[in-house]
C-alpha cells in the first residue's frame, strides 16, 4: 500500500525545443529540454529537468514528429501521480512510465508517423532524466542512486577536439587536457590526410605534456564521413604509423564509415588486425568502434535478418570497444543494460559514456549521475571539465543542475506547457502567426528582403531573372526590365541614397524643408568648446555621437547636465572613433517610429519598442523570454532576430533587482534590451491606422524633400503618434532609401501592411509594365544556371518542393543547367523560385531564370530525367 | 584684373572629384543655384525658380558625384557589383574575359584552378565597389597573383588609390584583426579575369548615345594621363554600338563610362574580337581630363544639358565669370574654416568675401566671383574636407548674382 504523503502529483509540464550550442557557437543540432514541476503529497513543490538530443537517423528522431510525441507524452504526464515512497518504488515507478511512452512511441511508428526504427530516443532520454530527476529530487538523494549507484568516482576525458581547429588552437587545447586522462578524444572530419595530421597532432602533443603519457590512447570519431576505400586507407594508414611509433599502441576508430556501410565495419577490424598483426612492433592494438548505427536502420523487409544478426554493434562481435551515448542507446537505463551486454558478449572491451556534440550542463550532469550507475565503464566524457582526470560522485539531490535559461533563451524554437504558456501581448493584442514563414525561412534570416517585391512581382505575371539572393530583374518580356537588390528599386535614385546615408545632410535638407528635425552641429575633433556653446544655445537634453559612426557605437544619449556632456567628451576624445568630427544634437524625448513612403503616400507606420517581456504573475523571466522568441518565430521578419539574454538583457535585468529565474508580476513589464532595433530582439506594433495625418503630411513632406526618393522607411521620434505634431515634441532621424520591407509587412503586433505589393505596383505603372491580375497560385518554369550538376541539387530541391506542398519535377537540362516546373500557391512557388539561386552546399547556381507556364496539373514532386509532360509558356 | 588671374586657371580637382566638380562649374557656368551636400550631392534649380522652402518644388536637377537622379538606385548597386555585370553582360550576348569571383580568403585555390583553364596573365580587382579604381592588370604568375591579393587584404581605408562612391552598399566586411595585423575580413571577394591586350578604349556613353571615346595606351589607370588620346570621331560604330548596349544590359543608367579592349578601333568590331572589360555607373571625366581640361568640361556640360532635357528645363548660355552669393552651414570651426577658404580662393584667383555669420551653429555667408570652375573647386574641396586645414562644411549654397568689381577674397569682419 504506496504512502500517499510520498507520491508526487505533475502539475506542470513544460518542453524547448531549442538550437544547442557546441563550444559556445550555434549548431544545427536540435535539442529538448524538459522541465516538470510536481508537488510531493506533503505540499512541497519539486522540479526536474532532462535534455534530449535529436540527431535524425541516430536517434530516430525527426524534429517535428518528435515534438508531436513530446507533446503527447507531456500531456498524459500532466496530473498524473508518481509513487516515490523510497528509490526501488521511485525507479520502477519511472521505469513504468517510460515504458508506456516507448509503447507509444511503437505505436507512432507503425501508424507512419515517424520512418524510423525505435523512434524518437532522444526525445525519450529528456523525458526520462526529468523524471528521474523530479522523483530523486523529492527523495532529496542523487540521481545515480536512483539507477543504484556502482561506484564513487570514474575517470573521466575531455569532449572531442574538432579536427576544423588550427594546429595550434588544437595543440593549445590538448595541451590544456592534463595527459592523465584515459584517453584523448578527437572528432575527425575531412579528408584521410587530414584525419592522419589530427592524430599526429594529438600525439606529439601529448608526448610533449608534463607528465610525459606520450602512448596515451588515442580515439578519433569519425562520424561516418569516410566512404569504405578511404576507410580502408585510413585504418592501413593508422597501422602503419602506429606501427613507426609516430602514432600510440592503442587507438579506437569510432564510425569510419556512414551508417548505410556499417556492413563494412567488421572487414575494417580485419583490415586492422591484419595491418597490426604483420608490424613488428608488437601489441598495436587498433578497434574500428561502432556507433549502434544498426539501429537506426527500418527493419522492414528482407533486411530485417540481416539487421538481427548483424546485432547492435555494427557487427563487431565481440565488441571490442564501445562508445554508449544515452540519446543514441535510448535512455539511462538503456545505457546501464547495453554495458552489461558489451561486457557479456566481451570482458575485455573498452567502454566509453558520452553524448553527441551540441549540449548544456543538463546533459553534462546527466553523463556525471549515469556514470557512476554503470556496471562497466572505462571512462566518461565531460564538456564541464577543466583539468580534473576523476569525477567524484555527486552527493546533491537530483541531477544537481537547474535548467540552463541562459544557453537556451535567445536559441528556443519551439515551447510547449501545460498550463498553457503564456503568450506575449501588447494592449491586448496577440502576436500575429504568419503561415508563409515555413516557406521564408529556408531563405535565411535576411529572406524576406531579397523575396518579398519578386513574389509580388511573379504574381503580376511578369518574369524574373534571379542572381543571387538579393538581386533579380523582373520584366514583362518586352520593355526594358527592372532591377532590384534588396530594397533598392528602380523607383529611387541613386542621388536619394547617397543624400539619406549622410546624416547631417540630411538633417540640413530636411530642415530646409520645413520638417520637424533635432537642431544638431557638427564639430571638428577635439573642438568640445564650440560643441558646449553650441549646447549652452540649444538647451539639455542632448545627444553626442561620431560623426562616421555606424551601428550606434559611441552613441551617448540624453545628456542632462554639464557633468554628464563633459563624460560624454571624455568617451569620445577615448575612442577609436573619437579620432574625428563629432555631432552634438537635441535629444527628443519620443517613441521610435518607422514609417514608410511610397511616392506621395504613408503605406505603413510601426511603433518600435525594446525587447522586453510582460508578467503573468507565475512565469519566470526566462520561461516569458522564450515564449515571446517562440511567437516571433512566426514571423517572417522576427524569426532569425530573438530577444537575445546578452551582456545588456544581464544589465537590465541586475539593474531591475532581477535574474532570469524571477517571475515578474502579473503586467509587470521587464525591460531587456536597450535599443529599439528590431534585430535586438525589439516589438513591432501597427499604428498606421491611429496615425495623425499631420504626422503622415511630414513624413510625405520629409521624402519630397530628396531627390528621386520614392520608397523610404522615415524614422520618427514621436511622443504621441495620435496627436498632431505641433502639441508635442519630435524629429525626424533618418531616411532609409533602403529600408527593410518587412518590418511594416510583418509586424509583430497589429495588421501587417502591403509594402512590396505597392512597391511592385509603383514600379509596373511608373515604367508601364504589362501585367496580369495578381494570381494567388501560379505555375512557373525555374532554369538555373551554374555548378548544379553531380551536387546533390535535385535532391535537396525535391525534398525543399515537397515540404511546400507543391507539384512537379526538377531535371537536369545538361551539365551547368537543371529545370525546375512547380505549381502551387503563390507564396510556396515564389519561395522556391528564391531558394533555387542558392542551392544545398557544393552547388554554385549564378542564376534563375523564371518564366510563366501553363499548369501542367500533375502529381507529386519527382526528380526525373525526361520531364513527364510538354510545358507551354504563357506570354 | 579679374582677366589676369581668369588666365591662370584653378588647380585641378582630385580624380574621385572630376565628375561632380565637372557638373558643379557646368551649373554655375550655365547661372543655375546651386546646394551641395558632403559626398558631391549636389541640386541645381534655375534662378527664377521658387525657393525650397515653403513646400513647392522647383524644378530642380541633382546629382552625385555627377551622376545625375535619372541614374537609378538599383542600377548604380548593379554596376557596382562585378559579378552581377559580368551576370548581366554575359546575358545579353555581349563579349566579357573569361573570370570569376572569389574570396580573398579562401579563393587562390579556386583563382588558380581558372587559370589552369585561362592561362596567365590576368587581372586582378575588387569584386564590389567603384569601377575602373585598383587593378593590377598583366599579372603573369602565381607571385604577381599573390601579392595582387595581398593587397586587397589591406584595409580600404589604407589603400591610397581607393575610392567609394556615396551611394554604394554598406561594406558588411569591415576590416578585422587577424595575426596582430589589421586586414580586410576573408570574406572580402575580387575579381579575376583574363588580361586582354589590345587597345584600351574608354567610351562615355550619356543617355543612349556614345560622346566620347578615348584611346588610353597604357589603361586607365593613374599615370598615363599625358598618353591618353580623343578618338571619338574615328572609332568604328560596331564599337560604339557594343558600348551603348553594354550600357543597355544593366538598365537604369543615365551615364555609364565603358571600357572595351579591342586590336583597332577605326576597324569593324566583327573583324577583331573587343572584350567589355570595365562598366562603371560614375563617368570618370578625369580620362578626358587627361586628354584636355576642355574636353572634360564640356562633357560635364553634357551630363548637365542631358539631365535638364530630361527634365524639360531650359539652360541659359554659358558665361566665363560669374558671382555668387555663398551660404555655408556646419562649418566647423568657423572662425579658421573662413580664413583657410579665403586664401585657397584668393589663390586661384577668386574675388569677394567672407565672414562667419554664427559661430555657434557653423554658419558663414559671403560674396564669391571669378570663374566657374574656381568657385566649383573651392567649394568642391571645402565640402571634402580638401582645403588647408582640414576644414569642412555639411551644406554650401551658391545664388547667381550680378558681376560686380570686387578686390582678391578675403574675410571680411
Not at chain 1, 111 to 128: N, S
Request: charged letters at 25%; aromatic letters at 4%.
Amino acid at each position: 500500500m504506496e504512502d500517499p504523503g510520498r507520491a508526487l502529483t505533475v502539475t506542470r509540464v513544460q518542453a524547448t525545443a531549442f538550437q544547442a550550442r557546441a563550444g559556445g557557437k550555434k549548431s544545427n543540432a536540435l535539442n529538448h529540454l524538459v522541465k516538470l514541476t510536481a508537488t510531493t503529497g506533503d505540499g512541497r513543490q519539486v522540479t526536474g529537468v532532462g535534455e534530449g538530443q535529436l540527431r535524425t537517423a541516430a536517434t530516430g528522431d525527426r524534429s517535428e514528429a518528435s515534438w508531436e510525441f513530446l507533446e503527447e507524452c507531456l500531456r498524459r504526464l500532466h496530473g498524473r501521480g508518481i509513487s516515490a515512497a523510497d528509490p526501488a518504488t521511485a525507479a520502477d515507478a519511472v521505469r513504468r512510465q517510460m515504458s508506456e511512452f516507448h509503447t507509444l512511441a511503437e505505436e507512432h511508428r507503425t501508424a507512419g508517423k515517424i520512418d524510423l526504427a525505435v523512434p524518437y530516443r532522444g526525445t525519450l532520454l529528456g523525458l526520462e532524466v526529468a523524471l528521474l530527476d523530479l522523483a530523486a529530487r523529492a527523495l532529496q538523494i542523487p540521481l545515480a542512486e536512483l539507477l543504484g549507484t556502482r561506484r564513487t568516482s570514474i575517470p573521466c576525458h575531455p569532449t572531442g577536439a574538432p579536427a576544423q581547429e588550427s594546429t595550434k588552437a588544437l595543440r593549445g587545447r590538448l595541451r590544456e587536457q592534463d595527459t592523465a586522462f584515459p584517453v584523448t578524444h578527437l572528432s575527425g572530419l575531412g579528408t584521410v590526410q587530414e584525419n592522419l595530421d589530427l592524430l599526429t597532432t594529438a600525439a606529439e602533443t601529448n608526448r610533449s605534456g608534463k607528465t610525459g603519457a606520450g602512448d596515451q590512447p588515442l580515439w578519433i570519431n569519425l562520424q561516418g564521413t569516410l566512404d569504405t576505400k578511404d576507410a580502408a586507407a585510413f585504418v592501413k594508414a593508422v597501422a602503419r604509423l602506429s606501427k613507426a611509433g609516430t602514432l600510440p599502441r592503442e587507438i579506437y576508430i569510432e564510425q569510419p564509415v556512414a551508417i548505410r556501410d556499417r556492413y563494412y565495419l567488421p572487414l575494417l577490424q580485419r583490415t586492422a588486425d591484419k595491418a597490426a598483426g604483420i608490424l613488428p612492433r608488437s601489441g598495436s592494438d587498433i578497434r574500428i568502434v561502432s556507433d549502434q548505427g544498426a539501429w537506426n536502420v527500418s527493419t522492414a523487409g528482407r533486411r530485417a535478418r540481416l539487421v538481427a544478426r548483424l546485432g547492435r554493434f555494427g557487427g563487431l562481435r565481440p565488441p571490442r570497444a564501445a562508445h554508449i551515448k544515452p540519446a543514441q542507446a535510448g535512455g539511462l537505463v538503456a545505457s546501464v543494460e547495453m554495458s552489461e551486454r558489451v561486457h557479456k558478449s566481451s570482458p575485455q572491451a573498452r567502454i566509453y559514456l558520452g553524448a553527441f556534440d551540441a549540449a548544456t550542463e543538463v546533459t553534462a550532469a546527466t553523463l556525471r549521475h549515469l556514470g557512476m550507475a554503470m556496471p562497466h565503464v572505462d571512462a566518461v566524457a565531460d564538456a564541464t571539465l577543466a583539468s580534473e582526470p576523476t569525477i567524484e560522485a555527486p552527493t546533491e539531490p537530483g541531477l544537481g543542475v537547474n535548467v540552463p535559461y541562459s544557453d537556451l533563451v535567445g536559441d528556443a524554437l519551439n515551447t510547449f506547457s501545460i498550463p498553457e504558456p503564456t503568450v506575449a501581448t501588447h494592449e491586448g493584442k496577440s502576436p500575429n502567426v504568419y503561415p508563409e514563414v515555413t516557406y521564408l525561412q529556408p531563405l535565411g534570416s535576411n529572406g524576406t528582403k531579397g523575396h518579398l517585391l519578386e513574389r509580388e512581382a511573379l504574381m503580376l505575371g511578369l518574369s524574373t531573372v534571379r542572381y543571387n539572393k538579393g538581386a533579380f530583374v523582373a520584366g514583362d518580356g518586352t520593355r526594358e526590365p527592372l532591377s532590384f537588390k534588396w530594397s533598392r528599386s528602380p523607383l529611387s535614385s541613386a542621388v536619394s541614397l547617397a543624400l539619406c546615408t549622410h546624416k547631417e545632410a540630411t538633417r540640413l535638407r530636411l530642415r530646409r524643408a520645413g520638417v520637424p528635425v533635432p537642431k544638431g552641429n557638427t564639430f571638428a575633433e577635439g573642438d568640445f568648446d564650440g560643441a558646449r556653446e553650441f549646447v549652452r544655445r540649444i538647451g539639455y537634453p542632448v545627444v553626442v555621437k561620431p560623426a562616421m559612426g555606424v551601428r550606434g557605437i559611441g552613441v551617448v544619449a540624453d545628456i542632462r547636465d554639464d557633468e554628464a556632456l563633459e563624460q560624454a567628451f571624455h568617451q569620445l576624445s577615448a575612442s577609436t572613433l573619437g579620432n574625428s568630427d563629432f555631432i552634438v544634437e537635441q535629444h527628443v524625448p519620443g517613441r521610435d517610429y518607422r514609417i514608410v513612403v511610397i511616392g506621395d503616400e504613408v503605406i505603413g507606420a510601426i511603433l518600435r519598442e525594446p525587447g522586453s517581456v510582460t508578467g503573468d504573475g507565475e512565469s519566470t523571466v526566462a520561461e516569458l523570454m522564450i515564449a515571446k522568441n517562440v511567437a516571433r518565430r512566426g514571423n517572417p521578419h522576427l524569426w532569425g532576430r530573438p530577444i537575445k539574454y546578452d551582456d545588456t538583457a544581464r544589465f537590465l535585468l541586475d539593474r531591475a533587482g532581477m535574474s532570469l529565474h524571477s517571475v515578474p508580476e502579473k503586467d509587470q513589464k521587464v525591460l531587456l534590451s536597450g535599443s529599439c532595433s528590431l534585430s535586438q530582439g525589439g516589438d513591432s506594433i501597427d499604428v498606421l491606422g491611429e496615425m495623425h495625418p499631420s504626422i503622415k503630411e511630414a513624413c510625405v513632406r520629409a521624402v519630397k524633400a530628396v531627390p528621386g526618393l520614392a520608397f523610404c522607411g522615415v524614422d520618427f521620434l514621436i511622443e504621441d503618434h495620435t496627436k498632431p505634431l505641433e502639441e508635442q515634441h519630435s524629429g525626424i532621424c533618418e531616411l532609409n532609401a533602403h529600408a527593410a520591407i518587412g518590418n511594416c509587412e510583418y509586424p509583430l503586433y497589429g495588421e501587417g501592411r502591403d509594402v512590396a505589393r505597392t512597391l511592385i505596383n509603383e514600379c509596373v505603372s511608373r515604367y508601364d509594365l504589362a501585367t496580369t491580375q495578381r494570381q494567388d497560385s501560379l505555375a512557373l518554369q525555374m532554369l538555373v544556371r551554374g555548378r548544379v550538376t553531380n551536387v546533390g541539387y535535385r535532391a535537396w530541391l525535391q525534398r525543399h518542393a515537397r515540404q511546400f506542398g507543391l507539384t512537379g519535377w526538377v531535371r537536369n537540362v545538361h551539365e551547368r543547367m537543371v529545370e525546375i516546373v512547380a505549381e502551387g500557391d503563390a507564396e510556396p512557388v515564389t519561395a522556391l523560385a528564391a531558394l533555387a539561386v542558392l542551392g544545398p552546399r557544393a552547388a554554385v547556381p549564378t542564376d534563375v531564370t523564371t518564366t510563366h507556364i501553363e499548369p501542367p496539373r500533375i502529381e507529386g514532386f519527382e526528380s526525373v530525367s525526361d520531364a513527364p509532360k510538354e510545358i507551354t509558356h504563357v506570354r | 584684373m579679374s582677366a589676369d588671374v581668369a588666365t591662370a586657371g584653378p588647380a585641378a580637382p582630385a580624380p574621385e572629384l572630376r565628375d561632380g566638380y565637372e557638373v558643379h562649374q557646368a551649373a554655375l557656368r550655365r547661372g543655375l543655384n546651386v546646394i551641395q551636400f558632403p559626398r558631391q550631392v549636389m541640386m541645381a534649380t534655375p534662378p527664377d525658380g521658387a525657393g525650397t522652402a515653403g513646400g513647392t518644388q522647383p524644378q530642380e536637377l541633382s546629382f552625385a558625384h555627377g551622376v545625375p537622379q535619372t541614374s537609378t538606385l538599383s542600377a548604380v548597386t548593379y554596376a557596382q557589383d562585378k559579378r552581377m555585370r559580368r551576370a548581366l553582360l554575359t546575358n545579353a550576348g555581349l563579349p566579357i574575359p573569361k573570370g570569376g569571383a572569389y574570396s580573398v580568403g579562401k579563393g587562390m585555390e579556386f583563382a588558380k584552378r581558372l587559370i589552369e583553364r585561362i592561362g596567365y596573365p590576368v587581372v586582378v580587382k575588387p569584386a564590389i565597389g567603384d569601377n575602373t579604381i585598383e587593378t593590377r592588370t598583366g599579372l603573369r604568375d602565381e607571385d604577381e597573383l599573390a601579392s595582387a591579393i595581398d593587397y586587397l587584404r589591406i584595409p580600404t581605408t589604407s589603400r591610397p588609390t581607393y575610392t567609394r562612391a556615396a551611394f554604394a552598399l554598406t561594406l558588411l566586411s569591415e576590416p578585422e584583426e587577424l595575426d596582430g595585423r589589421v586586414m580586410m575580413p576573408s570574406s572580402y571577394r575580387f575579381l579575376l579575369e583574363k588580361h586582354v591586350s589590345g587597345e584600351y578604349l574608354r567610351f562615355l556613353v550619356l543617355g543612349d548615345e556614345v560622346c566620347s571615346v578615348v584611346h588610353c595606351p597604357g589603361g586607365p589607370w593613374a599615370g598615363g594621363e599625358r598618353q591618353h588620346r580623343d578618338v571619338t570621331g574615328e572609332t568604328h560604330t560596331s564599337l560604339t554600338d557594343l558600348a551603348r548596349q553594354a550600357v543597355r544590359a544593366v538598365p537604369g543608367l543615365a551615364v555609364a563610362a565603358v571600357d572595351i579592349v579591342t586590336g583597332d578601333h577605326t576597324a569593324d568590331a566583327e573583324a577583331q574580337d573587343p572584350r567589355i572589360v570595365e562598366l562603371s555607373e560614375r563617368p570618370w571625366l578625369a580620362i578626358q581630363a587627361g586628354v584636355s581640361a576642355r574636353l572634360s568640361q564640356d562633357l560635364g556640360d553634357a551630363i548637365l544639358r542631358s539631365h535638364a532635357a530630361e527634365l524639360d528645363l531650359g539652360l541659359g548660355e554659358q558665361h566665363d565669370e560669374v558671382a555668387v552669393d555663398l551660404h555655408m552651414e556646419g562649418v566647423t570651426e568657423p572662425a579658421k574654416a573662413i580664413a583657410a577658404v579665403a586664401e585657397a580662393g584668393r589663390n586661384n584667383g577668386l574675388t569677394g568675401h567672407v565672414s562667419v555669420t554664427d559661430p555657434v551653429e557653423g554658419i558663414a555667408d559671403g560674396v564669391v566671383q571669378g570663374r566657374p570652375d574656381a568657385i566649383a573647386l573651392l567649394t568642391e574641396n571645402l565640402l571634402d574636407a580638401r582645403i588647408d586645414g582640414g576644414y569642412r562644411a555639411a551644406l554650401v549654397e551658391e545664388r547667381g548674382r550680378p558681376v560686380e568689381r570686387m578686390d582678391p577674397l578675403a574675410v571680411r569682419d
